[in-house]
């Protein structure tokens, strides 16, 4: 009989007869009452050599789950699924391919370095505290599922020490390479409560194919692969493990584009966070605190969601008498959590709803880097400012390479004299770079790949085509030249100067 099944057991039998004890007639002596009903458990834990440890699928932290607790699954089923005699199938994370698992209130064991664990999944039952078993007779339904691992007191240091964190650390490898499809979350309000829904993230976006200045790119580069192997430095310095990036520039330029370029390079999923749907920063924090780890979190547009904000600031400015607002909003302690706050998003981009440092980037972009809150902005939140800029030769080269699949052609010298002081986003140039090739309804493959088959017919056409709109878009240039300069209008920024660290 395993260690739990006996101590279960002895538990039981010790509660029942505690039950008894409180519930004897009153002739029976009560200080002996009282010393059987007190000390029965406590004595029965005393004689118990099994330590128990358990991992529930939700941490201390209300609405927050706990990672662990899935590493632990993802290792058990992988280890001792083939002792288990109930097994649970479900489709996977991707919604397509199946996943086995241990079911409920199900038992294996593991071997490790000499100790034997027992590991028990419940989603309900007993539950236990420090001091030995003692039994919830009620078990709700909403108690949260339970991994418990017991193990005798003489392992104690090995299990604890290594066992513990070899198996969290195999299951976070399982799950990091379980090729599971990365998911794309929105956040929306069926009732009126905001909640993450989501879709299987398959953006083809990669840097190879992202049009943008090659210096600026390699620097991206280094910043996520140093960010991914920061863990230890990260947890050194005592900061979350996150890191912010503000990517600014016209539409149309791959802001969205460069998101998804990330997301597939560091095999993260994506929370595309729509803040004006958000009515509360205990909303804010409710959502942030479900997301998980190895995850980007993108708020497009911030400059609308800023202006709202400020909005919001103003209007309580003209019903309260402080003068200095923006401190105002900032302070912590003005935050009833009523509504979503600048002081809010920023607790929200400082990480500081997130205890445990897993790994999570936070993506503002906007087309007004003018009008944010220097606040929102400022280093250390947002870690990198990036300016995605107008289509510019070598960007186009990239383009070119990616719709045409030429990387020479007769017009390109004309292209790059025109590009270079045409503004012209990299969404039209691929806008017209993209082969039209009259498809049907009811074309087969076939006849599409047919229609569609690059030939350097289509290629003349496509680039002639870009030369046409680059004149007409310089002859409207000159024609409005009196056009003060603006963030969408602004001639192209000095390449070197793109990147801010
Ligand atoms: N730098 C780029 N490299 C490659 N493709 C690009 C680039 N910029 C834009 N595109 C193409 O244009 C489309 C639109 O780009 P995207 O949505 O990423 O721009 P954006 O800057 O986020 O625009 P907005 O500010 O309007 O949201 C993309 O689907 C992509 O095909």
Redesign the pocket.
């Given at each position: 009989m395993a260690p739990m099944d006996k101590w279960v057991g002895v538990g039981t039998a010790m509660t029942v007869f505690t039950l008894l004890c409180s519930r004897m007639p009153d002739r029976i002596h009560g200080e002996a009452r009282h010393f059987i009903t007190k000390w029965a458990p406590i004595i029965a834990a005393y004689f118990n050599p099994y330590i128990q440890l358990s991992i529930s699928e939700q941490s201390d932290e209300q609405f927050r789950r706990n990672e662990l607790f899935d590493h632990i699954s993802a290792y058990l089923t992988d280890a001792c699924a083939r002792d288990a005699r109930k097994l649970k199938m479900a489709l996977g994370k991707d919604g397509k391919i199946p996943e086995i698992t241990l079911d409920d209130n199900v038992k294996v064991t593991d071997d490790y370095e000499g100790a034997r664990i027992w590991w028990y999944a419940s989603n309900k039952g007993p539950s236990y505290r420090s001091r030995g078993p003692v039994f919830n007779l009620f078990p709700t339904e909403s108690e949260p599922r339970v991994f418990r691992a017991v193990f005798h007191k003489r392992h104690r240091d090995v299990v604890l020490t290594k066992y513990m964190p070899f198996a969290l650390d195999k299951g976070h490898g399982i799950i990091a390479n379980r090729g599971r499809k990365r998911r794309l979350y929105t956040n929306h309000r069926p009732g009126n409560k905001s909640t993450w829904s989501h879709v299987p993230f398959e953006h083809p976006a990669t840097f190879d194919?992202?049009?943008?200045d090659p210096v600026q790119k390699e620097e991206l580069i280094n910043d996520l692969d140093e960010f991914t192997g920061g863990k230890k430095y990260y947890s050194d310095v005592g900061k979350a493990w996150k890191r912010g990036y503000l990517l600014y520039?016209?539409?149309?330029?791959?802001?969205?584009?460069?998101v998804s370029a990330m997301a597939n390079k560091l095999n993260y999923d994506v929370y595309d966070l729509d803040l004006t749907s958000i009515k509360s920063n205990a909303e804010l924090r409710k959502l942030f605190l479900e997301t998980k780890g190895k995850s980007i979190i993108m708020i497009?547009?911030i400059d609308a969601i800023e202006v709202d904000l400020a909005r919001s600031r103003k209007k309580r400015a003209s019903s309260s008498s402080s003068s200095d607002l923006l401190s105002a909003e900032l302070d912590p302690s003005k935050d009833d959590g009523s509504k979503v706050t600048l002081s809010g998003l920023l607790s929200f981009v400082d990480g500081l709803w997130s205890a445990s440092g897993s790994e999570r980037i936070i993506v503002f972009?906007t087309?007004h880097v003018d009008t944010l809150d220097p606040a929102l902005i400022r280093r250390g939140r947002m870690d990198m400012h990036i300016r995605?800029s107008y289509c510019r030769f070598g960007?186009f080269k990239?383009?070119a390479n990616?719709y045409l699949q030429v990387n020479d052609h007769e017009l390109f010298g004309e292209i790059q004299r025109l590009l270079h002081h045409t503004d012209i986003?990299?969404?039209d140039v691929?806008h017209t770079l993209m082969r039209k090739c009259n498809k049907r309804k009811r074309d087969t493959d076939e006849v599409i790949a047919a229609k569609c088959n690059k030939t350097k017919t289509d290629t003349d056409t496509c680039l002639a085509g870009l030369v046409e709109t680059l004149k007409k878009k310089a002859k409207k240039r000159e024609s409005t030249t009196t056009a003060p300069a603006n963030e969408d209008t602004a001639p192209a920024f000095h390449e070197g100067s793109a990147i801010e660290i």
């Open positions: 194919k992202l049009a943008m520039g016209p539409p149309g330029t791959g802001k969205s584009t460069l497009e547009d972009t087309n995605m960007a990239v383009l990616n986003s990299p969404a691929a």
